[in-house]
């Protein structure tokens, strides 16, 4: 789809800014520029997205008192599941993303009026994060165990994946998911074909990555896949495949594909951002595996029962200022817990694992079916 | 302790529950009910070492702890007891005569406890008991100060049924401890609906598995309830029921449901229970929230914010230690506890039941008032859903011993039952 341009031309420059730092061939942190963008794009929201300026009049911050990106108040990504929050008129949507869940349950929207800065910040971090290795020009063998988006034209990880395909794929590269079903033949037969020169990346769905487990398991059969390959996995298995914790995931893609943990890149995303998080292990080889994004995009660990950052090394809630929503709202306040480590962050879920202290139970938990 | 320590108490049990049924049940019944007594009362040695320990364990605040068991061992009592043997095994004597209806228990009873709430520790470890069958208790990692209490009070009552009790604290996820655990006769389970369900599928027959997941309570509040000095007064209990256990327990309220056809009842009733939870909070004093459920405090309270902002009915009344939201529906949402409340409005009475439909699975204790006439229609509806208990606002964290917890018995689901025909 074609983008439409930006109408306002306030926003069109922060947009056109933004693009340039996203084109950029340099990779670093950028306090002034970033700093300057945030409360750029926060005064251009709180003007044109009623919900958010009211929100944020609520909490008393405006963009006359705000002085940094830390102090702009973050909207709960459960919003999204019931709220328009746009920063354009809504007549001006030419996309919406749906957070993944069943019929049943409700799903958030992101509404957008053009794909050019996801577009443009998805691709440079994906290529950093997972594909450091890949020279210029090249294009690596990109094997996605996700539907296209086609098939889940609402999806935002199917258009991150398309984008990816088309970018940076070589022409044997494609989708080996349709449907509900996984093509484990025909994955199996693209990986062998793989020139061994070729950087080869599996990436996908946590879940479809465990029927590949198990389908291996089920036949006896155990691979070893070059030694230039990597995978890339995002999101949760609920409802969807058994369930295993991160570390139980990558022990076993070792065991039955022979992909070492350092070679297993999480993704920490969501349909909310237009950013995402990787895990540093292919980036930043032999230091200890963190979150990283890209320079457009902060992350704050914050305390919940203060509102402040949280202290060096101690869990809090992770908070996101993402310069690539300018069509919606930056600042978000996502349902997962984290904790600041070096220059990145690690995700500790939603519920750390504690025994419940009563025999009562937050209902979000009843309630939830199948949500991300 | 390791699992041959395990296996080696559960020997020891076996043992002790041999001596034990040489005794007539009715002495055991009658021991276990001076230890029902003696938790009763308020200024016992047990009640106050209780009180001075868990907070510290728990992280509850020792003004709510003390109201908590003021309230919650309130209806705690030997005669309780008594008359729930009677009720449910038709007597303690059906455990010793031969008869058309006989009762036994279990050689042995393993107990795996959960959360931080007292009552639920006291029962689960008297139950087995009153049937003789031997109990190994594992604690909850987050109290392990009630069962070693309740343990000792049972030993300081009757040496002999001390023998039959042990406590063993051993990590949730030392499966070989649990799995020793596991090889009692009867098993109890508490927990998460999953953790039961992990439990469940480890206990085959012949022997018995008894589990009790997560549950919530809610409160529902007729157009009589909506004004005035009944407004009040029901706003009052229900901030009581809110505030003791920090909103943790099954029995704690987690939504008010108005049914009244009035737009601005649901309103008024959010306000009143903000107050009353202000005033709750002075005298009983929430205690920790751990940095998840303040995430998911922090997450709802914003959600609910930004509905106000964008426009939608909804009104937020919160402080530092409790939240009211008035819905401006009766969908359910989630409830991120430790003194979270939402206030749904719904029609009227007929509408009750669909609105806790989402909840029914799930659901314990309903607090009623204001329906009148309506009472005990909207009783039998709600009774029909699931609920266990319906009750008075002020009234959910005093259940009576017998509570039907699941919509069970607390006796006969840890008992055998032999009914004795005419023979040959």
Known sequence: VKPAPAADPRRAALDAELLGWMRESRWERDDERFERLALGSFRFQFEHCPPYRRFCQGRGVTPSSARSWRELPCVPTGAFKELVLCSFPPQRTRHRFLTSGTSTAQRGALHLDTLELYEASLLPTFRRHVLPDLAPGARARICVLAPSRGEQPESSLSHMFDVVLAELGDAQSGHFVSGDRLDVEALLARIDSTPADRPLVLCG???????LLDDAERRGRSFHLPGSARIMETGGFKGRSRELSRAELHGLLELRL??????????????????????????????????????????????????????????????????????????????????????????????????ERGCSIATDLLLSDGQA | VTPDEIRSRLEKLRKAGVALRRHPAVATLEALARVLDAWHDAVSPLRRELERELPAATGFSPAMVRMGLRCGLQEFRGDALRALAARELGGAPRLDAAGSEMVSGFETTAVLLAGQIPMP?????????????????????????????????????????????????????????????????????????????????????????????????VAALGQAATRGRALAEECEGLAL?????????????????????????????????????????????????????????????????????AGRDVTLYAQEHFTVVREESAAARPA?????????????????????????????????????ADTHGVARELADLGA???????????????????????????????DLEPTG
């Not at chain 1, 769905?205 to 029927?211: E, L, N, P, S």
Request: proline share 8%; charged share 20%; with cysteine.
């Open chain 2, 241 to 309: 029921d809110v505030a003791l256990w920090d909103q943790l327990g099954c029995l704690s309220p987690v939504a008010v449901y108005v049914a009244s056809p009035e737009a601005g009842a649901a309103g008024r009733v959010a306000e009143e229970l903000a107050d009353a939870l202000a005033r709750a909070e002075e005298r009983w004093p929430r205690g920790e929230v751990d940095v998840a459920a303040a995430g998911r405090i922090a997450h709802e309270r914003a959600e609910a914010e930004l509905r106000c902002a």
């Open chain 1, 205 to 211: 769905t946590a879940f479809a990555f465990v029927h």
């Open chain 2, 336 to 372: 991120p506890l430790h003194r979270f409340v939402r206030v749904h409005p719904v029609g009227g009475p007929g509408e009750l039941c669909a609105a806790l439909h989402p909840l029914a699975a799930h659901l314990a204790g309903v607090a009623l008032a204001g329906f009148g």
């Open chain 2, 121 to 217: 520790t006291l029962v689960a470890l008297i139950a087995p008991l009153v049937l003789r069958s031997p109990v190994l208790a594992k604690a909850s990692s987050r109290d392990p100060i009630t069962p070693r209490l309740v343990a000792r009070s049972i030993a300081e009552m009757d040496a002999e049924l001390g023998d039959c009790v042990e406590v063993v604290e051993i990590p949730g996820d030392d499966e070989a401890g649990v799995g020793a655990l596991l090889e009692s006769d009867c098993v109890v389970a508490t927990g998460s609906d999953s953790t039961v369900a992990s439990v469940a599928a480890r206990v085959a027959p012949p022997r018995r598995f008894v589990g009790y997941g997560h549950r919530v309570s």
């Open chain 2, 388 to 418: 266990s208990r319906l009750c008075r606002p002020g009234r959910l964290q005093r259940p009576p011993l017998g509570w039907r917890h699941d919509n069970r018995g607390v006796l006969t689901p840890l008992a055998r039952f032999t």
């Open chain 1, 258 to 355: 022979g992909v070492p943990p350092e070679r297993v890149v999480n993704q920490y995303g969501m349909t909310e951002l237009g950013s995402q998080f990787y895990d540093s292990v292919l980036a930043r080889p032999g230091e200890p595996r963190r979150k990283l994004g890209p320079p457009w995009a902060r992350v704050a660990i914050v305390d919940p029962r203060s509102g402040k950052p949280a202290a060096p090394g101690e869990a809090g809630v992770i908070t996101v200022v993402d310069l690539a929503n300018s069509g919606s709202v930056c600042a978000l306040q996502t349902a997962d817990l984290g904790r600041a480590r070096g220059d990145g962050f690690e995700v500790l879920g939603r519920e750390p694992g504690a025994e």
